[in-house]
């Protein structure tokens, strides 16, 4: 990353850090710890993360922060769905796990062009040599199919797996609040060598995207906590914007 996009990242965390923690993460404190346990222990996933994580594409801002942090909210929020369901909590865990691993092998293929559905195929062959049984491969793969934004998405059969697949979803766009301001916006700055005119010229277009996500949660959490956790990043947005021109426009 070149000095001018570092100081930029630098600059966008500094006024992220003054705004405060959406509810989400402050009112879900204890599954968002269970998630995190799971994500950094369970053996499977653990495993996992070794084979994939040298392979994410850093540089385009889906590497190991992005998928992290969509792992860990996508099995959060699936405690959240199915608290109160009666279930039992070994049969929560384990699709928290599954959430895990959809979130870890999601974005894998992120430089192909059709990413969901090339890194839907490709997540069915390295589950095979893992512990899961095949409905829960085909779910993994699945929600990996359905998570892109503004993309017609296949409804599951099974109601476990649909559940999946709207909390992958759901994780995967609670990216487009602060994260995007703080990290994957820079990454992308500086994959394409943009310079901060251009990226002036671009932000409009970028922050009407992120609004219009805001419509497209499709867990019950999602749509509740969904949308502050964007607004709060397009704040962070506005705040960045007026920075970009005051620095960089003549
Ligand atoms: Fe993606
Ligand atoms: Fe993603």
Redesign the pocket.
């Known amino acids: 990353m070149d000095e001018i996009t570092s100081k930029l990242q630098q600059e966008a965390q500094r006024i992220a850090s003054k705004h405060p923690l959406p509810a989400f993460y402050t009112r879900f404190k204890a599954p968002l710890a269970v998630a995190r346990r799971l994500f950094y222990n369970h053996p499977g996933i653990v495993r996992l993360r070794g084979i994939v994580e040298p392979e994410y594409n850093e540089a385009l801002g ?1 590497g190991v922060f ?2 992290s942090r ?1 792992s860990i909210d996508c099995a959060a929020l699936i405690q959240i769905e199915t608290d109160g369901d009666h279930m039992a909590p070994a049969a929560v865990e384990r699709l928290m796990v599954i959430g895990i691993y959809s979130g870890v092998l ?2 894998i293929c ?1 430089e192909e062009k059709d990413h969901a559905l090339i890194g839907a195929q490709r997540a069915k062959g390295l589950l095979e040599g893992f512990l899961l049984t095949p409905e829960e491969i085909t779910c993994v793969s699945e929600a990996i199919r359905n ?1 892109e934004a503004f993309a017609s998405s296949a409804s599951s059969g099974r109601q476990w797996a649909q559940l999946v697949s709207n909390c992958l979803y759901d994780a ?1 766009k609670f ?1 487009w609040g602060a994260d995007t301001f703080t990290h994957m916006l820079w990454h992308m700055m500086d994959y394409q060598s943009l310079s901060p005119l251009e990226l002036i010229e671009k932000f409009p277009w970028g922050m009407s995207g992120a609004a219009s996500v805001i419509e497209t949660f499709r867990s019950a959490t999602g749509r509740q906590f969904g949308p502050e956790i964007v607004e709060e990043g397009l704040e962070i947005g506005k705040e960045i914007y007026r920075y970009l021109i005051e620095h960089f426009r003549e």
Do not use: A, C
Request: overall charge neutral.
């Open positions: 889906h992005h998928s969509v999601h974005d992120r998570h995967d990216r």
